[in-house]
């Protein structure tokens, strides 16, 4: 469980009553040519639509946090509604609204039908306590050589590359392409960055 010093940064200081945090990036919903361009496996859009749905909602409850690292969809804000009102979660997206989740994500109302998309700063920095541990995490869609306090130990995690960049040391890809199209709990992915490589395809 993460601890809600960090989580109030999230929300502009607002506590809340919130369940487990996740993260994710890069789900392009209604984009079938990603099914080709990044070798997914899905026969079409409509299944990768409706497996990464499902598997956000089997894992994500409905007081969860979900903070999304940007490509949510390339669509509208009329079909990024509808793809948000199926998720579980109050979901937060990290601001520019990145390449195609600019045209819509700043149109959208303050409430879903089950989630709740609320907008905070450009790399942003997560910092307070999780697992008991002071952590420093910086949040942006693309990967950076340096971050916020990198060489102390400080985490990045990024979007965008869709897991084919060589990883560095506490930078960690959390796009779904590396993570069964699945968001990550936040713990697991500080996890994920500290201890364990990970196996990039090629493209």
Not at 42 to 48: D, I, T, W
């Amino acid at each position: 469980m993460i601890d809600h010093t960090m989580l109030r940064g999230l929300f502009g200081g607002t506590k809340g009553v919130y369940g487990k945090v996740f993260i994710t990036s890069d789900h392009h919903f209604g984009h079938e040519n990603i099914i080709r361009f990044c070798q997914r496996p899905f026969a079409s859009g409509q299944e990768m639509d409706a497996v990464m749905i499902a598997r956000w909602n089997s894992a994500v409850a409905p007081n969860d946090v979900v903070v999304h690292l940007g490509d949510f969809t390339l669509g509208g804000v009329e079909l990024g509604q509808s793809y948000l009102s199926q998720l579980n979660g109050n979901i937060l997206f990290c601001p520019p609204y990145y390449h195609h989740d600019k045209r819509w994500v700043s149109l959208l109302p303050g409430y879903t039908a089950n989630g709740r998309a609320v907008y905070y700063r450009d790399f942003t920095l997560l910092s307070g306590q999780l697992a008991g541990l002071e952590m420093d995490i910086t949040l942006c869609h693309y990967p950076l050589a340096s971050w916020e306090r990198s060489f102390h130990g400080a985490l990045h995690f990024h979007g965008h590359e869709h897991n084919t960049m060589p990883r560095i040391a506490n930078r960690l890809d959390i796009g779904v392409d590396g993570h069964n199209f699945t968001p990550l709990l936040l713990t697991q992915a500080v996890k994920l960055a500290i201890d364990n490589p990970l196996v990039f395809r090629t493209m």
